[in-house]
């Protein structure tokens, strides 16, 4: 208990007086040793630790003692990222816990050890482990509940959870400060500034100032040395160039070598690297990154870091096509990794990893002018997901209960009935990682190179590649008589013209009074002139009267393209990349049989789908109180396209939650994953569920790419709010072309009017 709230040197004091009286027993010695060697882990005196618990394992027989040393040694070679030395504790920990029948000290060594393969890159083994040892653990009180919280919380993250994560290790750090546990209490924050150096610096730079004055006040002088070393990361990501950083940080790099922490070591070597780029100083800093070394075993966030940094140099040296090759290479150790996850879900959270990469890789290929190389860099950056093969999830009868339940929950509350939030959330998340928990396929498909697209495009048809970078808007238009590289601006001109462009498309499609009608929607049209002007008008030469296939950048997922003039009555398919687009087109598309399904509440959800089935030979229809869940799914099954009517809500704090509302609850995301064939085309006449959210790696996910990922060719839906009348009108028009066999985005091209002030917008796009 000393030791644990700070008090190290009192504590080692009396072990050693105890240990240096000469009466002592072997086993009591192997007892004190093995406690000497967990206060010095503590203290983070590695070397010292694992001296006293080989001491100790020399004398202890009793098989719970020697499980504990066990168990703590592992902790002390995860410290020092030994990962494989750490497995191998945490198992004869285990094996020694279950031949002394303890089920809470089996499930600690469980727990580590799925802390191990966490950092190992193996999330799907870790958060499998970390589940099973979660009840045990937790049940023996808040202490060990906000340990295995703080664990889970650093795999959230990982996974690209970040808010959850923060929150999460933010209340384990409370619940320790609470009982005065000073030094867990700087573990958490430690942890917490570490996960939020790329993606908050000035939130990691206060999380390690807290951590270091935790482990002042318990003298762990190893471990501020390790909080100093985040907090320096976080200066520097947030564009310190002060040569005392330089200095500093080959300090620390020293140090943390001394500790064993190789890894940690290598990190303050690219911090320090990155200052010397940034003061031009690029001799220095290549020396800095020399001294490095191979990080071909390192956790992928130092590799990735250690290629962003090497690219970054050779391009300030001149050598563009070096720095490509970095960045080449830091991508696909990122999708290796990723293609080990089978979850979509997972893989965009990953994603994110890889952005700076893309975003580096990007702002080259604009500033070399050369349309090959930013072709394949606006594949690369827009395929951070995409380019893993997908698995088709396998049966899971409690993550089909888990679903049922939540929708029984979701009908509650349209009834007026009370529910729990606390349970839902729950539900929620176990619904995620479940799916997080089946293996990916391991296959990485490669990008499609401009040649390549050029040679296989129809001569009708135009791809258009939108490349936006933090300064940039570029645009790529390949036919197959040639490429030409369109400037479009500068970036601030584009984020004016589409702040605010969603929430004017959803006022805009409600009924609204004539006067006012009409001025909303007449300022809805000018904002769309304006945008077609910047995104549409300088292309339109090279694109000439051919149909238009788009692969934009994140931040332009939300515009309704059918909308804008010079795209108005053009066929137009919204393509996840280029890439994806020519994999899609190689077979014909399936149009034999269609079914429809309207959804409750919804005006004419009912007339839509029955007037649309008009259109087709044989349709199979549910209605009302026969449109549930299960049968929605049977009926997506067995057909070639789907048109569902119902109110759609996206969700933007899991994307895969987008749901379209049944008579029984809501129709997830999950729900698309788990049918076993899916339709060709899917039309989704509802609210929102078009609209992606843009992930951490700009990543977009929404049920529209759930569809995709499921193996739908195409999906017609809308990324904001549409009005019943209006898209009533519409739909039955692209089913009777659809049914006469246009293919769906010549269908819907010939069937969404231009915006006018006399009738409301429909917004409905192509992708696929």
């Known amino acids: 208990m000393l030791s644990e709230t700070g008090e190290h040197t009192a504590a080692m004091q009396l072990c050693e007086e105890v240990l240096s009286a000469d009466s002592v027993a072997e086993r009591t010695r192997g007892i004190l040793f093995a406690q000497l060697g967990l206060i010095r882990m503590l203290r983070g005196d590695t070397s010292l630790a694992m001296d006293m618990f080989g001491e100790a394992l020399t004398r202890l027989d009793e098989p719970d003692r020697i499980a504990r040393v066990h168990l703590n040694r592992g902790n ?198 990155r200052v010397r780029i940034r003061r031009g100083d690029l001799q220095q800093a290549g020396a800095d990154l020399r001294a490095v070394g191979s990080v071909r075993r390192a956790p992928i966030g130092v590799r990735l870091l250690d290629r962003d940094a090497r690219a970054e140099l050779a391009a ?67 395929m951070l997901a995409s380019r893993v093969q997908p698995v088709r999830a396998p049966a899971d009868p409690e993550l089909i209960a888990d679903l049922t339940e939540l929708r029984e929950m979701a009908a509650a509350r349209e009834a007026g ?92 499609a409600t009924d609204l009074p004539d006067a006012m009608g009409t001025f909303v929607r007449a300022e809805l049209a000018q904002r769309l002139d304006t945008i077609a002007d910047l995104l549409v008008a300088p292309l339109l030469e090279a694109v000439g009267e051919r149909r238009v296939v788009l692969t934009p950048s994140g931040v332009l997922s939300g515009v309704p393209w059918t909308l804008l003039p010079g795209y108005v009555g053009r066929p137009v398919t919204l393509a996840q990349s280029a890439t994806a687009w020519l994999a899609r087109r190689t077979t014909p598309l399936r149009t034999a049989t269609a079914g429809f399904v309207a959804g409750p509440r919804v005006a004419r959800a009912e007339d839509e789908v029955v007037a649309a089935a008009k259109e087709w030979k044989s349709a199979r229809v549910l209605l009302s109180s026969d449109a549930t869940a299960a049968a929605v799914s049977e009926l997506a099954e067995s057909v070639d396209v789907l048109h569902v009517a119902a109110h759609g809500r996206h969700s933007a704090e899991n994307a895969m939650f987008a749901g379209l509302q049944l008579v029984d609850g809501p129709w ?3 729900d698309i994953d788990r049918l076993r064939r899916v339709p060709d085309v899917v039309l989704l006449s509802a609210c929102e569920v078009g609209r992606s959210t843009v992930r951490w790696g700009e990543e977009l996910i929404g049920m529209t790419t759930a569809w995709l990922h499921a193996g739908a060719r195409c999906v017609i839906a809308s990324p904001a709010a549409i009005n019943d009348q209006a898209a009533y009108g519409v739909l039955v028009a692209v089913h009777e072309r659809l049914a006469a066999g246009l293919d769906p985005a010549a269908a819907l091209a010939e069937s969404v009017p231009a915006v006018s002030a006399e009738s409301p917008p429909v917004p409905l796009v192509c992708f696929g």
């Open 76 to 273: 002390v070679h995860l410290q020092r990222r030994r990962l494989a030395a750490a497995s191998a504790d945490f198992e004869l920990s285990y094996e020694a816990f279950g031949e002394a029948r303890d089920e809470y000290g089996a499930a600690k060594a469980l727990h580590n050890a799925g802390y191990t393969r966490f950092l190992a890159g193996d999330l799907v083994a870790a958060l499998r482990d970390l589940a099973a040892a979660y009840p045990t653990i937790a049940a023996e009180g808040p202490v060990m509940t906000a340990m295995v919280e703080q664990d889970r919380a650093e795999v959230l993250m990982a996974a690209g959870l970040h808010e959850q994560g923060a929150v999460a290790l933010a209340a384990a750090a409370e619940a320790y400060g609470r009982r005065r546990l000073y030094q867990r209490r700087g573990e958490a924050e430690l942890a917490l500034a570490r996960s939020l150096v790329l993606r908050d610096a000035e939130r990691s730079r206060a999380a390690a100032r807290d951590a270091m004055r935790r482990f002042r006040r318990t003298g762990a002088a190893a471990w501020q040395v390790r909080a100093d070393a985040t907090l320096l990361s976080a200066e520097i990501e947030a564009g310190g160039t002060a040569p005392r950083l330089a200095r500093r940080g080959e300090v620390l790099a020293g140090e943390l070598a001394l500790q064993g922490l190789r890894w940690e070591a290598a990190l303050a070597r690219i911090d320090v690297a």
């Open 316 to 382: 300030a040296s001149g050598r563009r096509s070096d720095a490509l090759k970095h960045l080449r290479a830091g991508l696909s150790d990122l999708h290796t990794w990723q293609s080990s996850f089978g979850s979509l879900d997972l893989q965009t959270g990953v994603a994110g990893h890889g952005t700076r990469l893309g975003v580096r890789g990007l702002a080259l290929a604009v500033e070399s002018r050369r349309p090959a190389v930013l072709f394949e860099w606006s594949e690369r950056a827009r």
């Open 417 to 508: 009935r009370r529910t729990s939030p606390e349970r839902e959330a729950e539900l929620r998340q176990q619904v995620r990682e479940r799916a997080w928990q089946h293996q990916g396929s391991g296959e990485v498909s490669d990008p499609v190179t401009l040649d390549e697209l050029r040679a296989a495009v129809d001569r009708d048809a135009a791809l258009v590649a939108y490349v936006v970078t933090a300064d940039a808007v570029v645009a790529l238009v390949v036919t197959s008589h040639g490429t030409t590289w369109v400037d479009l601006g500068h970036r601030d001109e584009l984020d004016a013209l589409l702040g605010g462009l969603l929430p004017d498309l959803d006022i805009a």
């Open 668 to 670: 997830f995301g999950y």
